[in-house]
């Protein structure tokens, strides 16, 4: 099994930079993924980790280190669109099923 | 290509009714989740199609509730005799068949609640 824990609220201004951790137990790692959820809304999809290092999407950027068995989203420039939830995900079991952490409530002030 | 849809998007039962809600996924994606999701929450996984074969069911998940993906498809999740526990929010994810490759796209999902 997995599981997945992370920060339950983080907040910060516009325009600053902010960094979502997670930090995961598996029996068996294959990855890490990002989603990002508005109230009311469907988790959509942000970004996927499978090796080591930083990986970035304009102004996201997702970093996993699997030897600590860390990994962390980094929202940069932020705007007020960016308050929602962020989850961390992990393919669990020999399904590969996207097991996810309980969230991190993003809430971005003027 | 319009996503995943699910239907519908609001339900509003009786303790004790059986309720079954539907979900499209995206037409070439052969994997096919259901989650559900309580206020706060992270998405907990209930049970998982590839193509028309449930291949994983959680142990959380009651004889009440039951799942089919009939030709592979689109699929159908049921609940009998429901519980005021059961309110919840019912997502739906389709994926590709790749091994570890986790992009997987939501539903709007169906908002539950039993009074």
């Known amino acids: 099994g997995q599981s997945l824990e992370q920060p339950s609220e983080v907040t910060a201004v516009e325009g600053a930079i902010v960094q979502i951790n997670c930090t995961y137990q598996t029996s068996g790692f294959y990855g890490l993924s990002w989603y990002q959820q508005h109230d009311g809304g469907a988790p959509t999809f942000l970004s996927y980790n499978a090796l080591d290092g930083l990986e970035e999407t304009g102004r996201f950027s997702s970093f996993l280190s699997r030897s600590d068995s860390y990994g962390y989203l980094l929202l940069q420039e932020l705007q007020m669109k960016d308050s929602a939830s962020y989850f961390c995900?992990?393919?669990?079991?020999?399904?590969?099923?996207?097991?996810f952490g309980r969230g991190t409530s993003l809430i971005v002030h003027p | 290509d319009t996503g995943v849809s699910q239907d519908p998007r609001h339900k509003i039962t009786k303790r004790g009714q059986n309720v079954t809600f539907r979900c499209d996924p995206i037409s070439e994606h052969n994997r096919l989740y259901w989650y559900r999701q309580t206020l706060g929450q992270g998405p907990e996984f209930l049970t998982y199609?590839?193509?028309?074969?449930?291949?994983?069911k959680s142990r959380l998940l009651s004889n009440r509730f039951s799942a089919e993906r009939p030709k592979g498809s689109f699929s159908t999740l049921e609940i009998q005799r429901t519980e005021q526990g059961d309110s919840a929010m019912y997502l739906c994810a389709s994926s590709r068949d790749g091994q570890t490759d986790t992009e997987a796209f939501f539903g709007q999902g169906t908002r539950l609640t039993v009074v």
């Open positions: 199609f590839q193509n028309e074969a449930q291949l994983e």
């Open positions: 995900a992990g393919p669990s079991g020999g399904s590969y099923i996207p097991t």
